[in-house]
């Protein structure tokens, strides 16, 4: 039973930590006084590199617990495909962003006149789905386990 209390400690965790910050800091830095696109750009940058190392971090201890306790099928489908949008992040998306988010820091201007990104989009439609996979995984590890 011990290994099941870490799963669902760790997939709770995993998606406090994502709602707080994709839900609640992102959108709102940028309505702070004096916060340019600059200067959300360079927080936000340092903020999901930050999230996305404790979401691997997470993933991992998530994994070995997965393995060491049987947790029901149903479960584990939806963890993997949190993790599946968790890669898929990092890997394929974040690659463009940072490119993006490169060329508003390097421009004089901040970036006023380039072109929107639509890499921000696809970001946060995976983590729409990372964030209902990691609440129907974690209660299913909760029902299963009952």
Known sequence: ??????AVATTFTWLGMVLAISFIEA????RAPKVTLQ??????R?????????????TLILLVALVM???PMFAVAALGVAVAM????IA??????????DAVLADP???????????HFAYSGLEIIKVSALVVGGFALLAGWS
């Open 109 to 119: 201007d901040g970036g006023v006149g380039l072109k929107r990104s639509k890499a």
């Open 46 to 58: 340092l903020v999901f590199r930050a999230l996305n190392s404790a979401e691997v971090a997470l």
């Open 69 to 71: 306790s049987r947790p």
């Open 1 to 6: 039973m011990y290994w099941s209390s870490i």
């Open 92 to 101: 394929g998306v974040r690659p463009f962003l940072a490119k993006r988010s």
């Open 27 to 30: 959108p709102l830095k940028f």
């Open 86 to 89: 968790l890669v898929t992040q």
């Open 39 to 44: 200067i959300g750009l360079g927080v936000g």
